[in-house]
């Protein structure tokens, strides 16, 4: 690493399936173009922010788990809300890939925030498990006992800052917007440890906002990505990081320049709102095959 500072790749929302295809693209294909693009880069370790499977089966983490131990690098990954959280725990993790709640680097502590707790139901025998429709719970939530815990570990903590990474984006655009999900956030912010930035996925864009002035920085998916303000679908990316010791922190977000994802296709309002998880999958594959079987046309 460099004497003052250190480098990092997040990726977001890889969406391993049975299948080998999600939201339309070959996860495989996509996947591995942004695994070359990450190694030509070859930062300190990668950021994984969720949804690393499509709907949480073991097979796809033994997929997704071989692709992210093949690069070579140190990845540390948290759930999203298509995860089922003990099928990750115990098909994901290999040398190098690791299930993780925190790491210190240098001046900086990393916190690995759970932003699922509509997802989970507790149970007498068992504890928390996974809610039956943990993918169609899709909305940020945090659980107070996960607050307490993000807040022991920010007022015990002896680095200079910390960097919050979650799943689902604190202050997050328009539709998106959770307010009680974003003031347990804030409150996070300002403690001992002091949280410098924050970085999510989940909504498969590149936005960038602030909470409580800190800066919110969103991934987008290694497969399909979206801009918004154009409704229009991207390339795959992900984004960069350089975390300095002195608190700064430079990103930038990185599309894969390839000549099978540069098409940038106007998208039907129905996908929008699936992948806001305002939309359940039924109701998509309806609208869709009645998209499909009429005149609309999604592209220009």
């Known amino acids: 690493m460099a004497n003052s500072s250190f480098r990092v790749a997040q990726l977001s929302d890889l969406h391993f399936s049975s299948d080998g295809t999600a939201n339309g693209r070959e996860t495989g294909e996509t996947f591995a173009a ?9 930062p300190d370790l990668v950021v994984v922010t969720g949804d690393i499977a499509d709907t949480g089966q073991p097979g796809e983490y033994e997929v997704a788990g071989e692709a992210l131990a093949a690069l070579g690098l140190p990845v540390y990954c948290l759930p999203g809300n298509h995860d089922r959280v003990d099928e990750m725990h ?18 900086w502590l990393f916190l690995f925030g759970d932003s699922n707790d509509e997802g989970v139901v507790f149970d007498a025998d068992h504890g ?8 169609e719970l899709a909305r940020g939530a945090m659980h107070d006992h996960e607050q307490s815990w993000l807040h022991r570990q920010l007022e015990q903590g002896s680095a200079a800052q910390a960097m919050l990474w979650l799943h689902h984006p604190p202050a997050a655009p328009g ?18 440890t ?62 894969i320049d390839d000549e099978r994802w540069n098409k940038r296709y106007r998208l039907p309002d129905w996908a929008i709102e699936y992948l806001a998880g305002e939309l359940s999958q039924e109701e998509m594959e309806r609208r869709q095959a009645e998209m499909m079987g009429g005149n609309n046309k999604t592209q220009e």
């Open 128 to 135: 928390w498990v996974d809610h039956d429709d943990r993918m």
């Open 34 to 42: 942004v695994a070359a693009d990450v190694l030509n880069d070859a």
């Open 175 to 192: 539709m998106f917007s959770q307010p009680e999900y974003d003031a347990k956030v804030a409150d996070l912010v300002g403690l001992a």
């Open 90 to 107: 115990a098909f994901l993790p290999r040398p190098g890939v690791v299930v993780q709640r925190s790491l210190r680097v240098r001046e």
């Open 194 to 255: 002091p949280v410098a930035a924050m970085a999510a996925g989940h909504v498969h864009t590149h936005v960038e906002s602030t909470l409580a002035r800190v800066p919110v920085y969103l991934c987008p998916s290694t497969g399909t990505s979206l801009d918004f303000d154009e409704s229009r679908m991207m390339p795959p990316g992900y984004r960069r990081f350089t975390f300095h010791d002195d608190g700064r922190v430079d990103t930038e977000v990185v599309w």
